[in-house]
Nanobody
Framework: VQLQASGGGLVQAGGSLTLSCVAS????????MGWFRQAPGKEREFVAA????????VYEDAVKGRFTISRDNAKNTVTLQMNSLKVEDTGVYYC????????????????WGQGTLVTVSS
């Protein structure tokens, strides 16, 4: 599956952004979908994940209550709604697709999008 992420940009702290990731192919519903981010000079870290039909959703502690992940299997799309953004949310955000395993692990995901840059200013 090929992934195309979009929706990044520059926003002030406290603002909102919506990231979208569109997948190619007809097997989107068979993938677990995740969002990761990578800040300059840091390792890629888990943000959120959603299983095949949305039965399980997991968030990284720092984004709980502010970010919402959702998916639309009919449109091959996974979305990350980000509210109350903080400066520390700045980074390149990647969507990823995997089959099974620990949702928070980078190694679980076999397919990655190109990333979209989110910059939160103070």
């Amino acid at each position: 599956v090929q992934l195309q992420a979009s929706g990044g940009g520059l926003v002030q702290a406290g603002g909102s952004l919506t990231l979208s990731c569109v997948a190619s192919g007809r097997t989107f519903s068979s993938y677990i979908m995740g969002w990761f981010r990578q800040a300059p000079g840091k390792e890629r870290e888990f943000v959120a994940a959603i299983t095949w039909r949305g039965g399980t959703i997991v968030y990284e502690d720092a984004v709980k209550g502010r970010f919402t992940i959702s998916r639309d299997n009919a449109k091959n799309t996974v979305t990350l709604q980000m509210n109350s953004l903080k400066v520390e949310d700045t980074g390149v955000y990647y969507c990823a697709a995997g089959s099974r395993g620990e949702l928070v692990r980078v190694s679980m995901y076999d397919n990655w999008g190109q990333g979209t840059l989110v910059t939160v200013s103070s």
